[in-house]
């Protein structure tokens, strides 16, 4: 198989319960089984400070791997399972634990349960992007089919999952969304190799391997960026069933539709955003990426109607595609000018550093739900407060549209990535 669909086949395994789990938490604990909002939104800031504390471990343990299979397979190897088993504990709450105080403990146990694997797999499968792919042009065609099975998997993992949750129940989505995921990846690792040369160098000990990170002026430009960007995006996959219900009167089948255009949009602008990426250079396609996004944020405040919310969706949809496609590709930039410096590759240290300031998108999140008690007096699915409408709208357009700016603002004074 080739290598850059072996590597999108393991995104979209990954992206099945990954993306059915951040979607769907909130609404299944807090509107689904009563959970209160500022219990919810402590066990994910609880859950967001392990994410950013355990990326780097992954990362550095990852680079410094010596093993005959390579330094990252073994790791997913490794961590699959246990993913596959937390995800769906976490949408097969037991009778027991669906009252009170037991809610909150047993959410917060198996999402961090579900975070120490998702962690573990996740940036040893972005550690191999860099590695297999070299080139600006070879990496915007990799990423573009990676990002387009990302795509087909948010499709299946967001748009239809709740007709699969209406069908099945949470744990037999949970199932059945493990089960393909787990095919896939397995898949990918029975079909690529790693490159032997990546890890004959001696690896950097701890500090100099996290300062010579630290110190990356570039790294951390595009890292906030990006952090900016996932809270962004992160907000509209999470309010999406909330904004559905309560700003425009619609059940999960209009969810599903909503998601769906959104997806749609995303999936064939990959391959524009990649070519566009030949004609402007990565960072400018990648600034106008994020200045759709934006805007499709900041239209999201109107629609009245599916009819209306469903352009919107398109234009969100757009934007969305180009930064994930175009963001891989400078980052990776800046991986292999680190190697020329130091002579050494260290994708895991660097996706790990991301990671953990991505993580603080999580806390970001939590923060924006627990806004909506004093702001709007939105406590839960059992008391929404007066007017729900006003409070989604809030977190699906506002808050985004700030974001992605905020993301803009600071893309433009990335150093890298100009047209040739």
């Excluded at 069908?167 to 896939?184: E, Q, R, T, V």
């Amino acid at each position: 198989m080739l290598p850059h669909l072996a590597y999108a086949l393991g995104a979209l395994g990954l992206t099945l319960p990954g993306q059915a789990f951040g979607t769907y938490l909130a609404f299944y604990y807090l509107d689904h089984l009563g959970l209160a909002a500022g219990a919810f939104a402590l066990a994910r800031l609880v859950f967001s400070v392990w994410d950013a504390v355990n990326d780097p471990l992954f990362g550095y343990l990852s680079d410094r791997t010596r093993t005959p299979w390579g330094r990252r397979r073994p790791w997913l190897f490794l961590g699959l399972p246990f993913l596959l088993l937390a995800f769906y504990l976490t949408f097969s709450v037991p009778e027991a634990f669906r009252q009170g105080a037991a809610l909150f403990w047993y959410c917060l146990g198996v999402i961090l349960f579900f975070e120490t694997f998702a962690a573990l797999t996740w940036v040893n499968h972005a550690a191999l992007f860099p590695e297999l792919f070299r080139g600006e042009g070879a990496r915007a065609r990799a990423n573009a089919w990676r990002q387009a099975f990302y795509f087909v998997g948010l499709a299946v993992s967001i748009a239809l999952t709740p007709l699969a949750y209406t069908a099945l129940g949470f744990s037999g989505m949970a199932l059945l969304y493990g089960a393909l995921g787990g095919l896939l990846v397995l898949l990918f690792l029975l079909s690529v190799r790693e490159d032997p040369e990546a890890r004959r160098p001696e690896p950097l000990p701890l500090l100099p391997a996290f300062r010579h990170t630290l110190l990356n002026r570039a790294f951390w430009v595009y890292s906030l960026a990006a952090l900016f960007f996932f809270f962004a995006v992160g907000l509209f996959a999470a309010a999406m069933p909330f904004y559905a219900k309560y700003a425009l009167g619609l059940g999960p089948e209009a969810t599903a539709l909503l998601f769906g255009a959104v997806l749609l949009a995303a999936l064939p602008s990959v391959f524009l955003w990649a070519r566009l990426a030949g004609a402007l250079g990565p960072k400018r396609a990648w600034l106008w990426a994020l200045g759709l996004l934006a805007l499709g944020a900041f239209l999201l405040l109107f629609p009245q109607s599916l009819a209306q919310a469903l352009p919107v969706g398109v234009v969100v949809g757009a934007g969305f595609g180009g930064v994930l496609v175009l963001g891989d590709v400078l980052l990776a930039e800046v991986i292999d000018r680190d190697a020329r410096a130091t002579g050494r590759r260290r994708e895991g240290v660097y996706y790990s550093v991301y990671g953990f300031i991505n993580r603080l998108s999580g806390p970001l999140q939590a923060g924006a739900f627990a806004l909506l008690t004093p702001l709007f007096g939105y406590v839960s699915g059992e008391s929404p407060g007066p007017n729900p409408e006003a409070a989604f709208r809030f977190l699906m357009g506002v808050l985004p549209c700030l974001a992605a700016l905020l993301a803009l603002a600071l893309g433009r004074r990335f150093p890298y990535g100009a047209r040739g």
